[in-house]
């Protein structure tokens, strides 16, 4: 049976919407009925999310479903997460980024001031995107105790910053 028959089943079953589905998985209805229609196939972060949340194995929900096993079946590519990407690729590029700047001579105080400008668009964008419900749910008293800890350092930084360009006046 296709993945899109068997959620759609379980969903009536479960006395669900499609807007309730959508909102337990934290996606839009939109891709629920994309699911359900064929259009296209849940990731399998969700089709993991949809076993657990119908109390179905992964099994019964793909049985069936040579499309998306097919698109689950290990093609030795490696995949990374959001969070993964974001910390590979921004060491990555911060050593690409600062071997280039070096390459063509690029002073001291220009490289400062520039990075100050692009960390502080990143920041802003970083912060207006990111969909701050979830993030509060999962953080515990301890990643809110170091997150105190680094906003203070950066705090620190950033005004001892400003102290020596004032006395440097």
Avoid: C
């Amino acid at each position: 049976m296709k993945i899109g028959l068997q959620l759609q089943q379980q969903r009536i079953l479960h006395n669900m919407s499609q807007n309730d589905l959508a909102e337990k998985l934290h996606i839009s209805r939109q891709s629920i009925s994309k699911w359900e229609n064929g259009g296209s196939l849940p990731s399998f972060n969700n089709v993991v999310a949809i076993s657990d949340l119908f109390d179905i194995s992964l099994d019964e929900l793909i049985r069936g479903d040579e499309e998306l096993m097919d698109k689950f079946k290990d093609d030795g590519k490696i995949r990374l997460n959001h969070v993964e990407t974001i910390i590979f690729g921004g060491i990555g590029l911060g050593i690409i980024g600062l071997f280039l700047l070096k390459q063509f001579n690029v002073t001291n105080d220009a490289i400062n001031i520039g990075m100050s400008i692009l960390e502080i668009v990143s920041l802003m964008g970083l912060l207006m995107n990111i969909k701050w419900k979830y993030i509060n749910r999962s953080l515990n008293k301890k990643a809110v105790f170091f997150g105190i800890i680094l906003l203070a350092l950066f705090v620190i930084d950033f005004l001892i910053g400003i102290w020596l360009g004032f006395k440097g006046q």
